[in-house]
């Protein structure tokens, strides 16, 4: 919901000149906001999926615990991507353009990895392990940049 509210006070920022002139100060804050709500969003996600899988390997969560928890990780990114999609089409600078798709990117491998996992759950097959592992570790590299994690 809050993520909702953020992105329609971004479209109105970026789409009604009369309350907000190119590059206002309103605008500028609210792009930092999107940018830094959207790192921690990758970076707790990426942490969600990584302890449910953990937990799920040491036998401290059910498959059927494990896979709800997964799969709610999949509709919220799987939406997430289509908003990162949205947002890259306003007219933004360049490097907001760049720190969009950088999200959306980081996103689409998070939820490569949360599928290759809820695959793995269910068919034990080694390429989806490896494909969770591959997502993992190429989300990881895009969140700790985003975050300043590196």
């Keep these: 919901m809050k993520k ?4 329609v006070l971004l479209c109105l920022a970026l789409t009604t000149p ?4 190119a590059g206002s100060a309103l605008e500028g804050k609210l792009l930092f906001g999107i940018g830094h709500f959207g790192a921690r969003y990758l970076y707790h996600s990426y942490l969600t999926i990584g302890m449910v899988s953990d937990a799920w390997a040491a036998n401290a969560k059910s498959p059927e615990d494990t896979k709800a ?4 990780s999949v509709v919220f990114l799987q939406a997430s991507i289509k908003y990162f999609n949205e947002l890259k089409d306003f007219a933004l600078s360049a490097d907001d353009r760049q ?7 980081a996103c689409a491998d ?3 990895q949360a599928e290759s996992f809820l695959k793995y759950i269910d068919k034990r097959r080694d390429s989806d392990r490896q494909a969770f592992s591959r997502y993992r570790d190429s989300a990881w590299a895009k969140i700790a940049k985003l975050n300043g994690l590196e």
Excluded: C, H, W
């Design 18 to 21: 009369a309350l907000f002139s």
């Design 110 to 112: 998070l939820l490569g």
């Design 4 to 7: 909702n509210i953020v992105i």
């Design 69 to 72: 928890i997964v799969q709610r």
């Design 99 to 105: 720190y969009i798709l950088a999200m959306n990117s």
